[in-house]
Every structure is written in C-alpha cells, then in structure tokens.
C-alpha cells in the first residue's frame, strides 16, 4: 500500500467504478477499496431469483451500457454482476480487492486518514462509496420471537430451499418483500405477508415500460426538495419478462395477507387492521401514476397506443379482505420469519463529524462540511434515482469534478452549504 495518494473510493460496486471513470477521465490519480470483490452486495446479498427491476436498456453506467438484443427484458442477478464487472475492467478500474475499511478521521493537516486493518494511508480526498444496503432493518420486536423460529433479513434470503419446512411469514411492503412472496408461492410455501403503506404502478402502459416512462417525464430527476414526505418506490419485479405487481393476485394464489406488524409477543404476531386500507391507497398511487403518463402523452402529443387497459381491473369492487388483530405461530405452523423492511445506515467507523443523529450523512450532493469527504451511490442523495445503478453516473460526474476543482484551487475553501 502506498503511504498517500490523492483520492480513494470506498467500495467496488456500480457508485465506486461510475467515479473511478470519471476521475480517471481527469486524469486524477486514486485507489478503489473493495472489502470483498466488485460488485460484492448484488454477489452475495440478493436471492437467486431476483431479476434487475428496470429493462436491460437501463442498465448503464458512464461510458458503459447495455449492449444485447433485448432491451425491453430483464436481467438476472448473475448477469447484472456480470455487467458490473465487465464495467470495472473496461476501464481498468484500479481495485484493491479484499481491503476492509475500518476507519477514516481528518488529521492536523487537513488530510485525510484511511484504515485498513493495520495499514494506514493518507488521502486528500475519500468518496464513500459503500452503497445504501448496509445494515437491514429490523424491528426490536424480533427478539419476542421463540428461539425455534428461523428469522432471516431480506440480504440473506437466498431461496425457499434454503429455508426450514414449514409456512413462511414475510414482513415488508417494498419491492424485495413482493418479489420475495412471489418466490415463495412459486416453490409451493404456505406464506403469510405484513404489508404496511406501498405504491403501485404497472410494469407497462400504453406500449412502453414504466422505467422508460418515469423518466421521460422527469419523475427521476426530481431533486429531494420536491420528493413528497413518506415517498416510496414502487412494486416493481423484473421476474420472468416483468410484470405488473397485484397483491390481491397473491391472495388468490394464497398468500395471506395482513396488516402491518405492531408487536411480537411469545407466539402472538400483533397487527394492525389496516390491510385494506393500505390496499386501497396503492390502487389509488396506481390510478394516479395512469393519470400522469396519459397527461403527458397528450401534453407532448406522443403517437402512443390507447390507454384504458387498466380500466376494468381498477374499476371493479375489490372484494375485501379478512382482517385480524393477531396471529398464532404454532397455529399457522410459521418456521421463518423473513425481513423485508429496507435498510440503514452505519458509518459509524467515520469518525468526522458530518452524521446526523439518526447516522445519516450531513451532506449536499455528497459534498460534506469536512473539505475532501464526499458520499456517493445513496437513496435519494441528490434525485431519485441517484442510489440506482443507471442513475449513480451524474453525481458520479458532479463529485469528479468537485475534487478536481480542489486540486485546481486548494485555498479556494470549495464546500456545500451543508446544514
């Protein structure tokens, strides 16, 4: 290891190459550490199922985009990785695989000082680019569940094989715990499903994608000022060609939907009645995501097919669906509890101050008030799609030239106006 160097990125996945291009488009001398290999959390922290949730035609990173035949498909995992790592040695990313970063603080000269096990190196800059999935969330009530029953995170779900026999209980409304009961139903399980609030949109409309939609209209350049308090992504699944998300599909296929969880008590699951509730808010997103892109096409004047093939679906009564207080384990035969309930943060081995209370970063664009720190790859962190794998490139580029613009003015005190 070289004792300095001027920049080094945290992380070898999508965020870490998209800057390392870009840097090296300057000319800018850096090292990338990988804890594991490139593009290790889409290796070892996604089920075997699981599809890219966006056609192959956005799978794009700087300088690197999908070439194949099928642009409208959907990606497996493996081929996803495989796109990442072809990526990193297109452009001769310069990665230290295997290095575990343990540290990074600021010294009396305004540098900035990496940890690596017992190796330490000095930097002018360090771009955190470690990705948004780090630690899964769990509610503290896990630890109210009997010792005998399996609990499993979303990150560590491989497939329903790997699972102990017996019915499954999933909890988490987002893309993951959707695609995760799809999976199940399809091997045969006995699922139970706590859904909380979520969002729908179909998987395609009036002849095009939704992903292609989203961003025609800008939906995904929307900066985190104009994103609406509770915004969540939508059910999407890129499973088997892709497909539009019903959850009263899964219920007639048997999945047991529920309410969202409030508490575990010994063998008692406590939920809200809120199961319809929820159900009916994410027809209402899905009406309204319809109403948007038939705006827009009539707004541009898009030669577009006719919309209405929703019509029937949304417009009949749905059928309302039992709903209860609580549910027994030992009378539902549940063995696994699987954890669907997104992520945090820990950057806790940072020690700069520039995290808020919750641990989140204080930061502008991935600029922080710390001159050479920098953030890339999160949810959110700029726009939309700014923790995606099609959308990380810009801010990518943004911070490239921030560090560039450093070297170039060292005394120029450049920094966001972080609050």
Same mark, same amino acid.
């Given at each position: 290891?070289?004792?300095?160097?001027?920049?080094?990125?945290?992380?070898?996945?999508?965020?870490?190459?998209?800057?390392?291009?870009?840097?090296?488009?300057?000319?800018?001398?850096?090292?990338?550490?990988?804890?594991?290999?490139?593009?290790?959390?889409?290796?070892?922290?996604?089920?075997?199922?699981?599809?890219?949730?966006?056609?192959?035609?956005?799978?794009?990173?700087?300088?690197?985009?999908?070439?194949?035949?099928?642009?409208?498909?959907?990606?497996?995992?493996?081929?996803?990785?495989?796109?990442?790592?072809?990526?990193?040695?297109?452009?001769?990313?310069?990665?230290?695989?295997?290095?575990?970063?343990?540290?990074?603080?600021?010294?009396?000269?305004?540098?900035?000082?990496?940890?690596?096990?017992?190796?330490?190196?000095?930097?002018?800059?360090?771009?955190?680019?470690?990705?948004?999935?780090?630690?899964?969330?769990?509610?503290?009530?896990?630890?109210?569940?009997?010792?005998?029953?399996?609990?499993?995170?979303?990150?560590?779900?491989?497939?329903?094989?790997?699972?102990?026999?017996?019915?499954?209980?999933?909890?988490?409304?987002?893309?993951?715990?959707?695609?995760?009961?799809?999976?199940?139903?399809?091997?045969?399980?006995?699922?139970?499903?706590?859904?909380?609030?979520?969002? =729908?949109?179909?998987?395609?409309?009036?002849? =095009?994608?939704?992903?292609?939609?989203?961003?025609?209209?800008?939906?995904?350049?929307?900066?985190?000022?104009?994103?609406?308090?509770?915004?969540?992504?939508?059910?999407?699944?890129?499973?088997?060609?892709?497909?539009?998300?019903?959850?009263?599909?899964?219920?007639?296929?048997?999945? =047991?939907?529920?309410?969202?969880?409030?508490?575990?008590?010994?063998?008692?699951?406590?939920?809200?009645?809120?199961?319809?509730?929820?159900?009916?808010?994410?027809?209402?997103?899905?009406?309204?995501?319809?109403?948007?892109?038939?705006?827009?096409?009539?707004?541009?004047?898009?030669?577009?097919?006719?919309?209405?093939?929703?019509?029937?679906?949304?417009?009949?009564?749905?059928?309302?669906?039992?709903?209860?207080?609580?549910?027994?384990?030992?009378?539902?035969?549940?063995?696994?509890?699987?954890?669907?309930?997104?992520?945090?943060?820990?950057?806790?081995?940072?020690?700069?101050?520039?995290?808020?209370?919750?641990?989140?970063?204080?930061?502008?664009?991935?600029?922080?008030?710390?001159?050479?720190?920098?953030?890339?790859?999160?949810?959110?962190?700029?726009?939309?799609?700014?923790?995606?794998?099609?959308?990380?490139?810009?801010?990518?580029?943004?911070?490239?030239?921030?560090?560039?613009?450093?070297?170039?003015?060292?005394?120029?005190?450049?920094?966001?106006?972080?609050?």
């Amino acid at each position: 290891m070289p004792e300095s160097v001027e920049t080094i990125v945290i992380g070898g996945g999508q965020a870490g190459l998209a800057v390392s291009h870009h840097l090296a488009q300057r000319g800018r001398e850096h090292i990338i550490f990988e804890r594991g290999r490139v593009a290790e959390r889409w290796r070892s922290e996604r089920w075997d199922s699981l599809y890219f949730q966006f056609p192959n035609g956005m799978m794009r990173l700087p300088g690197h985009a999908y070439a194949g035949d099928d642009p409208d498909g959907f990606s497996r995992r493996d081929d996803v990785v495989r796109f990442i790592a072809d990526y990193g040695a297109r452009i001769a990313a310069p990665v230290r695989c295997g290095v575990n970063v343990t540290g990074v603080r600021q010294t009396e000269d305004g540098r900035l000082l990496v940890q690596a096990g017992t190796t330490s190196i000095a930097a002018r800059n360090v771009v955190v680019a470690t990705g948004p999935y780090q630690v899964p969330t769990v509610p503290q009530c896990a630890a109210h569940l009997p010792a005998g029953i399996c609990q499993v995170t979303a990150s560590r779900y491989t497939r329903p094989s790997e699972l102990p026999p017996g019915g499954v209980l999933v909890v988490g409304s987002g893309a993951s715990g959707c695609q995760i009961v799809e999976d199940l139903l399809l091997e045969g399980r006995n699922v139970y499903y706590a859904l909380r609030g979520h969002r =729908r949109q179909p998987r395609r409309y009036r002849g =095009r994608d939704s992903g292609w939609w989203n961003e025609d209209t800008g939906a995904t350049n929307r900066t985190t000022d104009m994103i609406p308090p509770g915004f969540r992504g939508p059910l999407v699944t890129g499973y088997k060609g892709g497909k539009t998300v019903d959850l009263y599909e899964l219920a007639q296929r048997g999945a =047991r939907l529920l309410g969202s969880l409030k508490d575990i008590r010994e063998n008692q699951i406590l939920l809200a009645t809120d199961l319809n509730a929820n159900l009916e808010v994410g027809d209402e997103t899905f009406r309204q995501w319809l109403s948007t892109i038939d705006a827009y096409i009539a707004a541009k004047g898009i030669d577009a097919p006719p919309g209405g093939e929703y019509d029937e679906i949304l417009s009949a009564r749905r059928a309302r669906l039992a709903e209860i207080e609580s549910l027994d384990l030992r009378d539902a035969n549940i063995s696994t509890v699987i954890w669907a309930l997104g992520y945090g943060y820990d950057f806790s081995w940072i020690d700069c101050d520039v995290l808020d209370a919750r641990g989140a970063p204080r930061q502008q664009r991935g600029v922080t008030s710390v001159p050479g720190l920098y953030f890339l790859g999160l949810h959110r962190m700029h726009k939309i799609k700014s923790g995606f794998l099609w959308g990380v490139g810009e801010d990518a580029e943004f911070l490239a030239d921030h560090i560039e613009e450093r070297r170039r003015s060292p005394a120029s005190g450049i920094r966001a106006d972080v609050q």
